[in-house]
């Protein structure tokens, strides 16, 4: 199976899909959320697999097992809609820390697609760790600051804190230190690529440039 890209008719199913919020209307279209959504993703994990493997050979490459499931968990959440209008994959060691374990992902959602490499969500541990490398300049840290700050292709995004805890550090540095969440991202703001068999080669590339701030993530979670 290739990755010929993914439709208009995978995103019109996601939107319809949640707007029903009907589980007996899913059950009557599974075959086209098989066809359009999850068959294809399944072909871009096959393919990307292996180069994904490079980066960490512990990293879940099983389709099965990183494929974002079409209806939404809502044990936790004042949305009570039972399905996504989005879809994703990730890559990460360990699925049961997915919430707050350093990954790579894919997304397409109806304004677009985005991958990059972060957290959903850091822990206070993590992030406190992740201050102490920086302030030591820690070589591997070093590396990643140097991995960041020589592409324009991804942008660093995660909530911040609002008053300065690091003014006297140099200002490049802040922009980490001051972080209470971290990812690096890139954003594409129609379907250009995500619709494109380059998808692909796009994610190989754009995961391999980041395996330094990968590789920054994976020592302050003391697993590198």
Known sequence: MSFNGFTKEALSFL???????????????????????????????????????????????????????????????????????????????????????????????????????GYYGAQASAMARMRELILERHP????????????????????????????DEPENLQQWLNRKNIYFECVQKDFSLAFSKALPDALKEGYMKLKPIYDFLCLVEGIL
């Open 15 to 117: 939107f319809e899909n949640r707007m029903r919020n009907s589980k007996e209307w899913y059950d009557e279209h599974k075959d086209v959320y098989k066809r359009t959504v999850y068959e294809p993703f399944v072909a871009l994990v096959q393919e990307i697999a292996p180069e994904v493997l490079k980066i960490d050979e512990k990293l879940i490459t099983t389709p099965s097992r990183i494929i974002s499931r079409v209806r939404r968990d809502t044990r936790f959440t004042k949305d009570k809609s039972l399905y996504r209008d989005n879809a994703w994959i990730v890559f990460l060691r360990d699925k049961s820390q997915m919430s707050t374990a350093p990954c790579f992902w894919f997304e397409v959602s109806q304004n677009g697609s985005s991958y990059g490499v």
């Open 140 to 167: 591997v840290f070093l590396a990643a600051l140097k991995c960041y700050e020589s592409q324009d292709q991804f942008v660093m995004g995660g909530e911040s804190y609002k008053r300065n805890r690091y003014p």
